[in-house]
């Protein structure tokens, strides 16, 4: 069984950020909210005027949230850059 690419993945605690510039494929999705319903939302590009990717709601309990994206993942074109409200932190992994 041989591997198609590295997966690497990218954290920040300080929305909004650019997590990825060039093309990739997003593969997973960790974040933890604050603790008050929020949001967060991931765009292909250098910031939120690109396509959205991935946007999700946190409740309002502090848990994290893990989405793993079937298949090849969501492509993005020329990064991903992550915006959000009432959100502790966000980890990507992307490949």
């Known amino acids: 069984m041989t591997v198609q690419y590295d997966v690497k993945s990218a954290y920040t605690a300080t929305l909004p ?3 990825f510039t060039g093309r990739t494929r997003l593969k997973q999705i960790v974040f933890l909210g604050t603790g008050t319903a929020g949001t967060l939302t991931l765009y ?3 910031d939120t005027s690109g396509p ?3 946007q999700g709601k946190t409740s309002t309990a502090v848990q994290p949230f893990q989405v793993l994206l079937p298949g090849e993942g969501i492509l993005a074109q020329t990064g991903i850059y992550v915006a959000g409200t009432n959100i502790s932190f966000v980890t990507i992994c992307y490949g």
């Open 17 to 19: 950020a650019q997590m």
């Open 52 to 54: 959205v990717l991935w």
């Open 44 to 46: 292909d590009g250098t």
